[in-house]
């Protein structure tokens, strides 16, 4: 059974919105970091955001005042808000979990 299961990812127009969704377990939520990192095509995966268990937030400055990563810790859940969409943000959206755990990825397209 998987640990991290994330959902929400879809084909977008450029300047829609999506919002991500990664379900993860107790022991791997509570008290622990938790985000999102992105592989685009002919990339290496790389981070989008991550929130500390006290809900500090970081964010890779392309998605910067357009994507907001929040969680809710009672129900061990973690997202991302995902707003005016490009096309560079096309990818797979993974959820991690620290220190190494990782979900299948939920694709993500954004067409021009």
């Known amino acids: 059974q998987a640990q991290l299961v994330e959902s929400g990812g879809g084909l977008v127009q450029a300047g829609g919105s999506l919002r991500l969704s990664c379900q993860a377990s107790?022991?791997?939520?509570?008290?622990?970091?938790m985000g999102w990192h992105r592989r685009a095509p002919g990339k290496q995966r790389e981070l989008v955001a991550r929130?500390?268990?006290?809900?500090?937030?970081t964010y890779a400055d392309s998605v910067k005042g357009r994507f907001t990563i929040s969680r809710d810790n009672n129900k061990n859940m973690v997202y991302l808000e995902m707003n005016n969409l490009k096309p560079e943000d096309t990818g797979v959206f993974y959820c991690?979990?620290?220190?190494?755990?990782w979900g299948q990825g939920t694709q993500v397209t954004v067409s021009s």
């Open positions: 991690w979990g620290q220190y190494a755990y």
């Open positions: 929130s500390t268990d006290g809900a500090s937030t």
């Open positions: 107790r022991r791997i939520c509570r008290g622990n970091t």
